[in-house]
């Protein structure tokens, strides 16, 4: 089964799949995590990617699209597309992509929240430079301070989780991302995502996929 994780920033994408793929052999293609991999090692996807990132804004599709097809070959069976696709034009690439891979979307979680509870969790976030694992510096601290709690790696305050760059992902979010809730009418679920802990969330997804 595939699936896409469909919500504002913030809204538990990241923190759900982490479950699906602990709990249930998904695997994870995280958009965001690989544009921050490339950065972090300097290549040229890397340094294009930046500059839009480190803005709040959105890396152009050409771009995104071809990493997505690269990272695609030879991984086809149970994914979770968290943070991708993101506007019109990498939904249709990625119906045309997973028909190569005589592949398909089966379902849309679409995570439903109160935009207020948002820039709490985002601008409290930290998340491990090894794993990606997100933690709070409130609400979900790890047992050591700074320190990932699964393997031990450093913990990072993303540049883009401050506040100004955070209202101009919320924008491009509304901007762009959600008309993909159309887009997807045929095959979304809606998840209240608010007042949840991660583990409530992964049980109400878990029910509404039939696990
Ligand atoms: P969040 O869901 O919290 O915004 P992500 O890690 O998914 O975090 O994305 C971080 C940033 O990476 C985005 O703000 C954007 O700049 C870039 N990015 C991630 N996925 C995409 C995508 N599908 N298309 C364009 N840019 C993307």
Redesign the pocket.
């Given at each position: 089964m595939n699936i896409i994780l469909l919500?504002?920033?913030?809204?538990g994408?990241?923190t759900l799949s982490e479950f699906l793929c602990e709990k249930k052999a998904f695997t994870q293609l995280?958009?965001?995590?690989?544009?921050?991999d490339n950065i972090l090692n300097k290549t040229e996807l890397g340094l294009k990617?930046k500059e839009?990132?480190?803005?709040?804004?959105?890396?152009?599709?050409s771009?995104?699209n071809s990493m997505?097809e690269k990272y695609l070959k030879g991984k086809k069976k149970d994914l979770i597309f968290?943070?991708?696709?993101?506007?019109d034009d990498?939904a249709l690439a990625l119906d045309k992509m997973l028909e190569k891979l005589d592949e398909k979307i089966d379902k849309v979680i679409y995570l439903d929240i109160d935009e207020s509870t948002l820039m709490g969790r985002?601008t409290g976030?930290m998340i491990c430079q090894i794993c990606k694992r997100s933690y709070h510096r409130i609400t979900r601290k790890p047992l050591k301070e700074g320190i990932c709690d699964f393997d031990s790696g450093t913990l990072i305050v993303?540049p883009?989780?401050k506040e100004d760059?955070i209202k101009i992902?919320l924008e491009?979010?509304h901007n762009q991302t959600a008309p993909l809730i159309k887009f997807y009418k045929d095959k979304i679920i809606k998840i209240n995502a608010d007042n949840c802990s991660p583990e409530e969330l992964y049980i109400r997804v878990e029910k509404v996929l039939g696990f």
């Amino acid at each position: 089964m595939n699936i896409i994780l469909l919500g504002a920033p913030g809204s538990g994408k990241g923190t759900l799949s982490e479950f699906l793929c602990e709990k249930k052999a998904f695997t994870q293609l995280s958009t965001g995590d690989l544009f921050r991999d490339n950065i972090l090692n300097k290549t040229e996807l890397g340094l294009k990617a930046k500059e839009f990132i480190n803005k709040g804004k959105l890396v152009p599709d050409s771009i995104t699209n071809s990493m997505v097809e690269k990272y695609l070959k030879g991984k086809k069976k149970d994914l979770i597309f968290d943070g991708f696709p993101r506007t019109d034009d990498q939904a249709l690439a990625l119906d045309k992509m997973l028909e190569k891979l005589d592949e398909k979307i089966d379902k849309v979680i679409y995570l439903d929240i109160d935009e207020s509870t948002l820039m709490g969790r985002l601008t409290g976030r930290m998340i491990c430079q090894i794993c990606k694992r997100s933690y709070h510096r409130i609400t979900r601290k790890p047992l050591k301070e700074g320190i990932c709690d699964f393997d031990s790696g450093t913990l990072i305050v993303r540049p883009d989780d401050k506040e100004d760059k955070i209202k101009i992902r919320l924008e491009a979010y509304h901007n762009q991302t959600a008309p993909l809730i159309k887009f997807y009418k045929d095959k979304i679920i809606k998840i209240n995502a608010d007042n949840c802990s991660p583990e409530e969330l992964y049980i109400r997804v878990e029910k509404v996929l039939g696990f």
